[in-house]
């Protein structure tokens, strides 16, 4: 071997060169196997430190439909110019070189230095200038900048290049615009390997203007991002709720991203609730950068996983005429519907008015805008439906008349004076509260549809506070319904476990919804099914499915239809004396809710009208068709007229709405199915 | 033992030395392409710009010198030395007057297309000059006279590279030098000496710029600040005197972070290459950039080969080197008289210093200096003269000792 045979010769002088050269490739192979083998794992991770970077990429979001399948809620396709800075490279510098400097260096003559010449060049210049000859002028000469003006003048040349094509593209879109300096650098500097943007969301005809004109040029792409839309507008908005954008995505997701591309998150709503089903996977996409931070080639590291589609049991077409019948109580209406079937406790409609449009709030709201949507008296954003409590009124002397019944102390056909007002030293001390019917004779039918005061806090005292806050109780007033977590309140009733400070006075307030209850409309529906179907309190249900089914974790229950919460043992005996009573407060001719009739669909119905510090609030809660009841229409209307003048016509015009669409949908066999 | 002897004699080149340094030509096409083609603006140049196409005309050039070198026997070569070396003085000179500036250094001669740098063919004219002063009678060589013009021998150039600056380069001329004087016969107690002094001086120096404030009225050796900060940065110190502002020690700090970039960079290249590397022309420290493409083929080129080949590929090139020192050592032995093992040990130190400073400095074993790898750097002066020294090698051998 050559190397033993070095080691072995006799000259020691060359074994010893030999030794030398041995340990120093020695010492260079243990370096390397420290290099590449020992340390490789680290200068692995310096590597992609610095040559990757990884962005966020948000999964399209779910959308959200009715029952039938109409959107509610979904994605339109935004068109938006982006400019691709490493393609414009060769741009910026011919700029730089062929005019930034040129200009620069007019203005600064000093900085011209002469042209490097070759040493023959040089060397005969050197000799002829020795031997006193005249030099000779330069040839050329070229401009020596120092670094910083350099920099500074490269930073101009590129700005230039983007505001000159920003400008030119936006003037043939008819929307001029000037690129910001800081904003530019700022991008420039900070995340260059993502494309900047120029314009977004081109209207039809910019787009075509762009497509004809602009398709190819050098770094500009017209690219397609999803924008969350909801084509009915203001429709169900409360219940939709709006998302917002998001740029601090959650931190515990576990990738360190250098860049997050816009993602929304749902702020209110359905949107809120479920936001983490709607949102999907976010991808995982994996830029390559070179030394000045130019994108060179991209993957996808994980790909996105769309969100799932939401299916709510709100029924569009009973939604919007319940808007429209809402709107059109009175100018400037603030209130609540409420629909639900009353078989199985599914919401059809719910509304809040007034109410906002959710397609503002993806783009982002001013806070001027802000102000005006959280306005004290109109609060636009608030739900009332779900998230306002108000009294009652009348509306809860159906569970006094049932309180009633069941102690049997009061008997359909007895007859009662009310003198048109209610008087008692020792309940009410010295205050007196009018009946609100006119003085006369009541049996319990013409008291209900005339609603006398008088009538219900005599015999509700009778009946006693235990046992009407037992009926109570039993339809669950005072606790959420669950319908939308953390999205609405539990009103407020007394709980029977602890009345101490609670007065008769107080009493006879409960006797006709007044004093300390307060009600949710979606509370009332539920209470109002409940009568309607024979005693079965639903869960109020708002989500039919999620789309593909999956088993979520959610704090909602789960999405059957008909979960019964509570068994309300109700006497079909009393019910029935109820439904009667309710009916004839529609149908009879002096009924307070004679506004809700509606030819070829009995209703009943309960008319309230309840005293506020403020303002009354107005209620009508409703159910039908009498003989078979689907539908309970709860309509809430703040500073109303009456419930009778105020909110009844609403729940008529709703009924009429549902006659009409039953008969078009059991003509079209098709969606024959959805209606039970 | 007869026959082999025989066998030798009818060997007319040393196979293992031109194989290999074949293998390292292959090697060094193979990845000044690689190195080049990353770069976008280089592969639209026409065919005879390309650097790896420059540089094959430079390795058949410089095979050709080589074959021509070997026409004459070098002792008649040896006879041209003293021509040699002046005429490489001059240019060294030339240089300084006429040199061109590139990276704050002047160390090239605009010769039309070509750059030359007199500093490579000096170190050639140095060995053959140096082989041919000390191939003298043994005896005078233990004269201080004789040692000390050897030592002015080695000093005219280095003071002169030194100027350029090019302090790599210059101090290379140390141990080749002294190395040829070791073998030659040169007292070991002068050599001993010589290296005790210059190790004392060394070791005072980077006391002074490791511990001595620049400021301070006890620095007694003036470096170029350039110098200063490289060894600085080596060290791991901090450029920034110890009474500086906060602004000055971070100026001081990108300051360090900007010396200390390429090797930053070529250490990331090597050191993410691993076992088996990423593959030829799948390298992306020099492709995206990071490793500056100025340097990547040439001074660098190792960090090429070891990101793209790995351990293995570093231990291959470390292999073809071992063979062609370990020819040369083996010339060495067997040349026909003192000054043809010389003019071998003078080649296969130079080789050598080349070789160790050029890798080490890839995996910061030695501070960065501007010498190139033997045959696989990118530059026609370098490949020239390692093919001139490898024709050397050949030439001592083909007149080697004929029994």
């Known amino acids: 071997m050559l190397i033993f045979d070095q080691l072995k010769r006799e000259d020691r002088k060359l074994r010893a060169i030999s030794l030398g050269v041995l340990l120093g490739f020695g010492i260079l192979l243990i370096g390397l196997w420290w290099v590449q083998i020992v340390s490789a794992k680290r200068y692995e991770e310096n590597l992609k430190n610095q040559q990757f970077r990884s962005v966020r990429v948000p999964a399209l979001r779910g959308k959200i439909l009715d029952r039938h399948g109409e959107s509610l809620a979904e994605n339109r396709p935004r068109f938006d110019v982006n400019l691709y800075l490493e393609d414009l490279r060769s741009q910026f510098t011919y700029e730089y070189t062929n005019h930034v400097v040129p200009e620069y260096v007019r ?196 790909v996105t996983e769309p969100g799932r589609n939401l ?241 979520i974790d959610s704090d909602l229950k789960s999405f059957q239809p008909g979960s019964l919460r509570a068994d309300t043992r109700l006497n079909p005996r009393h019910l029935q004396i109820i439904h009667q009573a309710m009916l004839a407060d529609v149908e009879d001719k002096d009924g307070t809710g004679a506004a809700a009739r509606v030819e070829g669909f009995r209703v009943g119905g309960k008319t309230g009208t309840a005293e506020g510090t403020k303002e009354q609030t107005t209620w009508f809660t409703s159910f039908g068709p009498m003989e078979k009841p689907r539908y309970a229409v709860v309509v809430m209307v703040q500073a109303g007229v009456s419930g009778g003048g105020t909110c009844a016509p609403v729940a008529g015009k709703i009924y009429k709405a549902i006659l009409k669409l039953e008969q078009t949908r059991s003509a079209s066999p098709n969606t024959l199915a959805e209606l039970n | 033992m007869y026959e082999t002897n025989l066998n030798e004699r009818k060997s007319f080149f040393d196979y293992p030395l031109l194989l290999a340094v074949l293998g390292l030509i292959g090697i060094g096409i193979a990845f000044i392409y690689s190195a080049s083609f990353a770069n976008e603006s280089v ?195 901090d450029l920034a005197p110890p009474n500086a502002t906060p602004a000055e020690r971070k100026q001081a700090q990108i300051l360090q972070k900007n010396k200390s970039y390429n090797v930053d960079q070529a250490l990331i290249s090597v050191g993410s290459g691993g076992l088996t590397g990423k593959g030829w022309r799948e390298g992306t420290q020099y492709s995206l950039g990071f490793l500056p493409r100025a340097v990547a083929h040439n001074d660098f080129i190792f960090s090429v080969i070891a990101e793209e080949k790995g351990f293995v590929g570093s231990v291959m090139v470390l292999t073809l080197y071992t063979i062609v020192l370990f020819s040369g050592i083996k010339i060495a032995s067997q040349a026909r008289d003192r000054l043809g093992k010389i003019l071998a040990v003078g080649v296969v130190a130079l080789l050598f210093s080349h070789i160790f400073i050029n890798i080490g400095m890839n995996i910061r074993l030695m501070p960065v200096t501007g010498i190139p790898l033997p045959l696989l750097s990118y530059g026609g002066s370098s490949v020239l003269c390692s093919l001139i020294a490898i024709g050397i090698l050949q030439n001592v051998h083909m007149y080697r000792r004929a029994y």
């Open chain 1, 311 to 551: 299916v709510l049991t709100i029924d569009l077409k009973i939604q919007q005429a319940a808007e429209s019948a809402l709107a059109a109580a009175m100018p400037n209406v603030r209130g609540a519907v409420v629909v639900m079937d009353v078989r199985n406790g599914d919401v059809l409609a719910v509304v809040s008015a007034p109410a906002f449009d959710p397609n503002v709030f993806p783009a982002g709201v001013s806070s001027a805008e802000w102000k005006i949507l959280n306005n004290e008296k109109y609060s636009h954003m608030f739900n009332r439906a779900t998230y306002g409590a108000y009294p009652p009124g009348s509306i809860l002397k159906i569970l006094t008349a049932i309180a009633c019944f069941e102690n049997n102390i009061m008997s359909p056909s007895e007859m009662f004076h009310d003198p048109g007002y209610y008087q008692d030293q020792r309940v009410l001390g010295r205050r007196r509260i009018e009946s609100l019917a006119p003085a006369g004779d009541y049996d319990f039918k013409r008291a209900f549809l005339k609603s006398s005061n008088t009538y219900f806090i005599h015999f509700g005292l009778k009946a006693g506070l235990k046992k009407l806050v037992e009926v109570g109780e039993r339809f669950h007033l005072g606790e959420s319904t669950g319908v939308l977590p953390g999205e609405e309140v539990a009103g407020a009733y007394p709980d029977s476990n602890n009345l101490s400070g609670w007065y008769a006075g107080d009493t006879a307030n409960l006797c006709i919804g007044q004093g300390k209850v307060t009600l949710t409309p979606m509370q009332a529906a539920a209470m109002t099914a409940a009568i309607a179907n024979g005693g079965k309190l639903f869960w109020p249900r708002i989500i039919r499915e999620l789309l593909p089914p999956e088993a």
């Open chain 2, 43 to 237: 592969r639209e140049l026409p065919l005879f710009k390309q650097l790896y196409v420059k540089q094959m005309v430079w390795y058949s050039i410089g095979f050709g010198m080589a074959v021509v070198l070997c026409i004459f026997d070098y002792r008649t070569l040896a006879r041209w030395s003293l021509v040699g070396y002046w005429i490489s003085i001059l240019l060294l000179i030339a240089v300084m007057l006429f040199g061109t500036e590139r990276f704050g250094a002047k160390r090239w001669i605009l010769m039309g297309p070509f750059q030359l740098q007199p500093s490579e063919f000096a170190k050639i004219a140095f060995i053959l000059m140096m082989a041919n002063f000390l191939s003298r009678p043994k005896e005078e060589l233990r004269r201080g006279k004789i040692f000390f013009t050897a030592l002015g021998m080695i000093a005219l150039p280095f003071v002169l590279i030194l100027k350029e600056p090019d302090l790599g380069s210059a101090l290379v001329f140390f141990p080749v030098g002294l190395l040829m004087m070791f073998v030659a016969g040169v007292p070991l107690s002068y050599l001993f000496k010589f290296v005790g002094g210059g190790g004392v001086l060394v070791a005072l120096i980077l006391v002074e710029v490791l511990f001595v404030p620049i400021d301070s009225k006890f620095q007694l050796i003036r470096l170029e600040n350039y110098q200063r900060h490289r060894l600085l940065t080596y060290f791991g110190k």
């Open chain 1, 107 to 302: 203005q600064h003559p000093e900085l011209m230095q002469p042209v490097k010449q070759s040493a023959i060049k040089r060397f005969f210049s050197f000799a002829t200038e020795t031997f006193g000859a005249e030099p000779k002028p330069q040839p050329k000469a070229r401009a020596r900048l120092p670094l910083a003006v350099r920099t500074e003048l490269e930073a101009e040349a590129r700005y230039r290049v983007v505001s000159n094509i920003t400008a030119q593209i936006t003037t043939r879109l008819q929307n001029p615009a000037i690129l910001d300096t800081t904003l530019f650098s700022r991008h420039y500097y900070q995340k260059r390997y993502i494309p900047l943007p120029i314009l977004q969301n081109l209207t039809p005809k910019q787009v075509a203007i762009f497509a004809e004109q602009f398709t190819g040029l050098n770094g500009v792409e017209m690219e397609i991002q999803p924008t969350r839309t909801y084509p009915n507008e203001t429709s169900a908005a409360h219940l939709l709720g709006y998302i917002q954008r998001n740029d601090q995505p959650n931190t515990d997701e576990e990738i360190d991203y250098k860049y997050y591309l816009p993602d929304y998150v749902g702020i209110t709503g359905v949107e809120a609730s479920f936001d983490d089903a709607l949102r999907g996977q976010a991808g995982v996409k994996s830029l390559l950068v070179n030394n000045i931070g130019y994108r060179q080639r991209e993957e996808m590291l994980s």
